[in-house]
């Protein structure tokens, strides 16, 4: 199969990084300087939100559930 999965809005995993901070449930979630990665940002500039995290990272890398809502 060819392509890439993409979700517009529901509950999926995605990867993430600690590289703004450790990420806990409810943290906004934008893209990482690392392609393919979201990061926490306690304070998105608007539209650059890519979801709200449902798990937690206290590591480099994780995969954790997060809340799609692009807008």
Avoid: R
């Avoid at 990420?23 to 934008?30: I, R």
């Amino acid at each position: 199969v060819n392509g890439y999965p993409i979700s517009l809005l529901g509950i999926v995993n995605a990867k993430v990084t600690n590289e703004n901070g450790n990420v806990v449930p409810g943290d906004l979630l934008v893209s990482s300087s690392k392609p393919g990665y979201a990061m926490k940002n306690d304070e998105p500039k608007m539209g650059t939100v890519v979801g709200k995290s449902f798990g937690y990272c206290d590591k480099d890398e994780c995969l954790i559930p997060i809340f799609v809502a692009l807008s």
